[in-house]
């Protein structure tokens, strides 16, 4: 499906480019048969999305509400002909595109997001906010602020020139709102689809209030429809995404903000630009151009530090204190993503699931720091047996695992297993030796076999099956006949 939505986008801009060189009215109309045509196809989806019982009901309301965006983007020339039979001819292109953006905004902001705590929300809001505030500042420079520039201000001139922004704006707020605190899993992709083509839709307005605000008002530029049909074609693709979820009974899914963590630098750094960019312009080096500058190394060295603070927080918050290995909610995030990596590359993966035999023993006989210090030389020796991008963890107490990535055969897994305990052996704690061994499960998945509960089944089933060989190091890996209903057969 997104195949062809992609190759009807690259055709529909194509025919659109030699309608413009043929006359400029043909291709408006070229560009709105566009919309509409990508208006029915997500509109289709879209109403296919809200019905389905396996999503969330808030998921569901979502996306009628996209619904109703889209079938305010097809109904859209018939409006504009309405209005302007009606008398309405200045603003009807505004009303009918104010009202899709409207209704856009609603969809965006009944879609579930993931859950955080108080002070994290608050975070994510402040971030939201700076990104708000970078789009403030934008829409002044480009379209609002020439205006007012132009024409005074008064209510009027308020009123004719702000209700692109403001809709804009709080459409922008909404999305960067999303971005940062992340989608329930559920509807991840679908969101950051919808939450691209808002942001291209920002610059397609903003190309119209750079018009607006040079004495423009009439004129479409081809940008502006570019941006449009660009912003359509990813509503259809979201929808389209979310059906194709559904049909494929998604098992794996995770939250993942990533890149959209810098979304506040980008606004803060474009703020600079623009004003040194005005400073410039205006030949004003003293005052504006010196304060601009020092401003935006100030914030430069602000964000820098801001973005090492941010490192090492997401760094204790994946990684096990003691040992410095990941710890168990990375161990689950990288094992979802390297599933869902491998299925799509055609390639193995591996679990192995480590239990140290004997650990309770030295505790009680040692102490916890003794103890303390043999999961440290044990960290260390999954540390050097375990090649990259495999991911050694350690999950809790005696209890470690292992993440293996990009496999092409399976008994690239099993020489992990038996280099890990080929290398136990004893180690010097307090002037003892204190000898070291694990029982060591592994299980590996072909392309899209496996998701990561049960391939850490798999792993755990084989990892009992060794300790049950002996305290020695052993190392097992899985089969049918370990599952309890084989057995019990």
């Not at 449009?228 to 693709?237: E, F, K, Q």
Request: hydrophobic content about 50%; proline content about 4%; glycine content about 8%.
């Amino acid at each position: 499906m997104h195949l062809a939505l992609g190759v009807l986008y690259v055709a529909v801009l194509m025919l659109s480019t030699a309608a413009l060189r043929a006359d400029v009215a043909p291709y408006e109309a070229v560009a709105e048969g566009a919309r509409v045509l990508f208006g029915v196809i997500g509109m289709v989806a879209a109403i296919r999305a809200s019905r389905a019982p396996a999503l969330l009901p808030r998921l569901r309301q979502a996306w009628r509400a996209v619904t109703v965006s889209l079938a305010v983007l097809i109904a859209s020339p018939l409006l504009v002909a309405g209005l302007k039979a009606a008398g309405i001819t200045a603003a009807a292109d505004d009303v009918t595109h104010v009202a899709f953006v409207i209704a856009l905004l609603v969809a965006l902001q009944r879609f579930p997001l993931a859950p955080m705590n108080r002070r994290d929300r608050l975070k994510a809001a402040l971030d939201a906010g700076t990104v708000l505030t970078g789009g403030m500042v934008l829409l002044w420079y480009v379209s609002f602020g020439p205006y007012v520039d132009a024409h005074g201000l008064s209510l009027a001139v308020v009123v004719a020139a702000g209700v692109y922004p403001l809709v804009d704006l709080a459409l922008l707020f909404i999305v960067a709102r999303a971005l940062l605190r992340g989608s329930d899993p559920s509807a991840t992709r679908p969101l950051r689809l919808l939450a691209a083509g808002t942001l291209v839709l920002f610059a397609g307005d903003g190309v119209h209030g750079y018009l607006h605000g040079h004495g423009q008002v009439e004129m479409h530029s081809p940008w502006q429809f570019v941006c449009w049909i660009t912003t359509d074609a990813l509503l259809a693709a979201a929808a389209a995404e979310q059906c194709r979820a559904i049909s494929a009974g998604r098992r794996e899914a995770r939250t993942d903000r990533g890149s959209s963590r810098h979304m506040p630098f980008a606004a803060v750094t474009m703020a600079h630009v623009l004003m040194l960019t005005a400073a410039l312009q205006e030949d004003e080096l003293y005052p504006w151009g010196g304060l601009a500058i020092g401003g935006a190394v100030l914030s430069a060295f602000v964000l820098c530090r801001q973005t090492l603070v941010q490192r090492e927080s997401d760094e204790r918050a994946s990684t096990d204190s003691l040992t410095g290995l990941a710890n168990r909610a990375r161990f689950r995030a990288t094992s979802y993503r390297n599933l869902a990596r491998s299925a799509r590359a055609g390639r193995h993966s591996a679990v192995l699931v480590i239990d140290m035999n004997g650990f309770k023993e030295v505790n009680d006989t040692l102490g916890h720091k003794s103890g303390d210090l043999v999961l440290v030389e044990f960290a260390e020796i999954l540390k050097r047996c375990v090649p990259a991008p495999g991911l050694p963890c350690r999950m809790g107490g005696d209890e470690f695992s292992v993440v293996l990535t990009d496999l092409d055969y399976p008994e690239q897994a099993y020489e992990v297993a038996g280099r890990i305990a080929a290398a136990m052996g004893p180690v010097a704690i307090d002037n003892r030796l204190i000898p070291l061994a694990a029982s060591i499960g592994v299980a590996v998945s072909a392309p899209g076999e496996l998701t990561h509960d049960e391939i850490v089944h798999r792993a755990d089933l084989a990892m009992y099956r060794a300790k049950a060989l002996g305290p020695e190091t052993r190392w097992a890996v899985w089969q049918a006949s370990l599952e309890p209903q084989a057995a019990a057969a």
